[in-house]
């Protein structure tokens, strides 16, 4: 179970999956939310809680960097990889969720935390065409 709480220093101390060092709580506990606009963070015990985890997320129209492509007819099969020094990466699908360019990641494999500007895929051949996701995450599913 998920625990909402209140900060008063500000929710910008906390990042996505960090381990929230709290007083009064036995074991350790996770930050699996932010809401800037009430200034507060949810957390959760344990690091392989299940709120930690997403299959899916939205993301800002992303930049493609060597070759452009459509998402309006058809998805598009790429590589994700996620926080800052990540030495593996998960295939996913790319597919367009609107019509302002949102686009939907869905991945074959669970991802840990998923923090906005911490994403990245790549795709084409031997992965030379790359996606850059600017300010990635609008919406984890």
Known sequence: MAKLICYPAGHYFYTLGQRARLGGLSSPH???????????????????HPALYTHSFLATPPHWIHESHDLQNQSKQCQVRTNHGAKTTVPAELSLANSSGIIRVSTTLPLRAITAGQVYGASGSELKSQIVFCNAVCCVL
Request: charged residues 15%.
């Open 30 to 48: 996770y930050v699996v939310s932010k809401c800037p606009e009430r200034n507060t963070v949810t957390v959760a015990q344990g690091a392989a």
